[in-house]
T-cell receptor, first 114, second 117 residues
Framework: DAMVIQNPRYQVTQFGKPVTLSCSQT?????MYWYQQKSSQAPKLLFH???????NEADTPDNFQSRRPNTSFCFLDIRSPGLGDAAMYLC?????????????FGDGTRLSIL | AQTVTQSQPEMSVQEAETVTLSCTYDTSESDYYLFWYKQPPSRQMILVIRQEAYKQQNATENRFSVNFQKAAKSFSLKISDSQLGDAAMYFC??????????????FGTGTRLQVFP
């Protein structure tokens, strides 16, 4: 089945130690998104890629970066994680932007900071 | 800026009964899409139903239907014949049909639905 796969499911890192979360998709969708979801809150968009075009949300901290080396893969890099960055990180894809097509979500990566 | 409000943090329903989850939104745009997503505990978020703002007819997907009131900016979800597997967090979400700045789902804070046997 075509899907969105996030690895790992659970990630533990130390305060200030860089961490990378990965996302892959077999849907061949043009758009890939990264959302941050803190406990009992709604997901909040960090940034998205439309093909190779990177679109950062205005309020996304500089600590968060992303890479999309090809259509299938997208990475979320947190350069110096703080305690406030502990959250579920959701990757999603969409065939196109600004459309009625649904976003397809992965299972998420739960990040804990020690 | 667009906002989405879900005023019911928690709802409960008995199996086989009907429940309605509320959602209101605020926007100055005329063209947009609305979605209901379901997020079961520790499982991925999946689409339940979607509605195009330009369509007057309410969307229906099997046991799930919406009541879309564009003038009132209301988009409620009705679940008929509730099943135990419907227990989850439900998010209402808004997406612009055209916006040069950003493309994203704007989510409400969610409603946790419990289904009792």
């Amino acid at each position: 089945d075509a899907m969105v796969i996030q690895n790992p499911r659970y990630q533990v890192t130390q305060f200030g130690k860089p961490v990378t979360l990965s996302c892959s998709q077999t849907l061949n969708h043009n758009v890939m998104y990264w959302y941050q979801q803190k406990s009992s809150q709604a997901p909040k968009l960090l940034f998205h890629y439309y093909d190779k075009d990177f679109n950062n949300e205005a309020d996304t901290p500089d600590n968060f970066q992303s890479r999309r080396p090809n259509t299938s893969f997208c990475f979320l890099d947190i350069r110096s994680p703080g305690l406030g960055d502990a959250a579920m990180y959701l990757c999603a894809t969409s065939r196109d932007r600004f459309s009625n097509q649904p976003q397809h979500f992965g299972d998420g990566t739960r990040l804990s900071i020690l | 800026a667009q906002t989405v409000t879900q005023s019911q943090p928690e709802m409960s329903v008995q199996e086989a009964e009907t429940v309605t989850l509320s959602c209101t939104y605020d926007t100055s745009e005329s063209d947009y899409y609305l979605f209901w997503y379901k997020q079961p505990p520790s499982r991925q978020m999946i689409l339940v139903i979607r509605q195009e703002a330009y369509k007057q007819q309410n969307a229906t997907e099997n046991r799930f239907s919406v009541n879309f009131q564009k003038a009132a900016k209301s988009f409620s979800l009705k679940i008929s014949d509730s099943q135990l597997g419907d227990a989850a967090m439900y998010f209402c979400a808004y997406r612009s049909a055209r916006n040069a700045n950003t493309d994203k789902l704007i989510f409400g804070t969610g409603t946790r639905l419990q289904v009792f046997p």
